[in-house]
């Protein structure tokens, strides 16, 4: 059960964070230059890509010369610094607090819990906006489209362990 909770936790930071890199990008991005988002989430989604392959591809070739404790200590040491680097970015300039409490404020008066108001304006509004631009059909479709594509996201990323067996790394 340990092992399943955790499992949990961390699919739970990972789709967190995606969320979070794609709140970021749309925030900074400035409002004249819109037409070009498409392009930076084009480019978001090459530096994905490279950032869970290269690190890899990387490990595999230095792990003979400078070997696996060598390599964890190389990979440790990149992510530290790409710690630092995001800890310096600064947030977006943005009304966000305020309209969420404003919203917040809005749903107590009507349920009279805080708790309850916070999740209507933070999980449920989302969705029903989601259904209302987009219709319930072409939503679910969408939903749908997301989380088969993201299965096959995470049956790659095991096959491709099986794969480098099979072309001799160890």
Not at 80 to 108: C, D, I, Y
Request: hydrophobic residues 50%; glycine residues 8%; aromatic residues 14%.
């Amino acid at each position: 059960i340990f092992a399943s909770l955790l499992a949990l936790c961390i699919a739970t930071a990972s789709a967190t964070q995606d969320i979070a890199i794609d709140a970021f990008r749309i925030d900074t991005f400035p409002k004249s230059e819109e037409s070009k988002l498409p392009q930076a989430s084009a480019m978001a989604v090459i530096g994905w890509w490279t950032g869970y392959s290269l690190p890899g591809y990387l490990a595999f070739v230095n792990a003979d010369t400078i070997g696996w404790n060598g390599v964890y200590y190389g990979m440790a040491a990149v992510v530290v610094v790409l710690m630092v680097f995001t800890l310096l970015v600064g947030e977006p300039v943005t009304q966000r607090e305020k309209l969420q409490s404003e919203a917040e404020q809005r749903h107590k008066e009507v349920v009279g819990s805080k708790l309850v108001a916070w999740f209507t304006v933070t999980v449920v509004e989302p969705f029903l906006d989601f259904f209302n631009r987009n219709g319930v059909r072409v939503a679910i479709t969408l939903l749908l489209f997301v989380f088969l594509f993201k299965i096959g996201e995470a049956f790659l990323g095991r096959m491709s362990i099986a794969f480098y067996k099979d072309i001799g790394f160890s």
